[in-house]
């Protein structure tokens, strides 16, 4: 079936470093994908997004890499700081005509102090 | 940025009551709503789509008579528990994309539901 990041793995990092949370996604029909921001009780909140005819895109203190040839998709955030802390979710839309999204399993991102 | 909110932020009942969830969208109009449910440590799953002005969309496996979905004006949506049993107890988000198709969605801070 279709699947988006089977994995829920803990990334920790030094607070000042860079952080990099991967993604896998299986349907190679999607050209639409979004990285949302999940803090503890609250809903997600909209990171960074990127379609399919581009391979990076740059933000505030954040990167998407997308390898559409191994079905990839990466969040880079750079100097990593203790609010960065939360779970992070790759989704993906593969239909032009919805606005339906799939979430992967997420990463939770630690920053040490 | 676009804001979505949602009301109640947190529910106890008692099993076989009723839970109403309210989600609107606050400075943007929005002809479609999705609800997700999400379990403690695990990802959001799509439940439905709300479709002002028509019938919602269930997703496979999510019972269209338990969670029932109205879709009253371009800024609300509400999401209806009937008959509410524990393991309906779960955290439930809606979203709203801002203007036109695939543009950004923005999602609600999410209810908290405990069915005794």
């Known amino acids: 079936g279709e699947s988006v990041g089977l994995h829920l793995p803990t990334l920790s990092v030094q607070e000042g470093d860079n952080s990099i949370i991967n993604c896998a996604y299986s349907?190679?029909?999607?050209?639409?994908f979004i990285w949302y921001k999940q803090e503890s009780g609250k809903g997600p909140q909209f990171i960074i997004d990127i379609r399919s005819n581009m391979d990076k895109r740059q933000g505030q203190r954040v990167t998407v890499l997308l390898n559409k040839t191994v079905k990839h998709l990466s969040l880079q955030i750079a100097a990593t700081q203790p609010g960065d802390s939360a779970v992070y979710f790759c989704?993906?839309?593969?239909?032009?005509?919805?606005?339906?999204?799939?979430f992967g399993s997420g990463t939770r991102l630690l920053v040490r102090p | 940025g676009a804001v979505v909110s949602q009301h109640p932020s947190r529910v106890i009942c008692k099993s076989g009551t009723s839970v109403k969830i309210e989600c609107r969208s606050l400075?943007?109009?929005?002809?479609?709503m999705f609800w997700y449910r999400q379990f403690p440590k695990q990802s959001l799953m799509l439940m439905a789509t709300s479709n002002e002005g028509s019938k919602a969309t269930y997703e496979q496996g999510v019972e269209k008579d338990k969670f029932l979905i109205n879709h009253a004006s371009l800024t609300l949506s509400t999401l209806t528990v009937t008959s509410a049993h524990p393991e309906d107890s779960s955290f439930y988000i809606c979203?709203?994309?801002?203007?036109?198709?695939?543009?950004?969605?923005?999602f609600g801070p999410g209810t908290r539901l405990l069915v005794l």
């Open positions: 989704a993906e839309n593969k239909s032009w005509s919805s606005y339906k999204l799939i």
């Open positions: 400075d943007f109009q929005a002809t479609t």
């Open positions: 349907n190679s029909a999607s050209d639409y």
């Open positions: 979203s709203a994309p801002l203007g036109g198709p695939r543009e950004t969605q923005y």
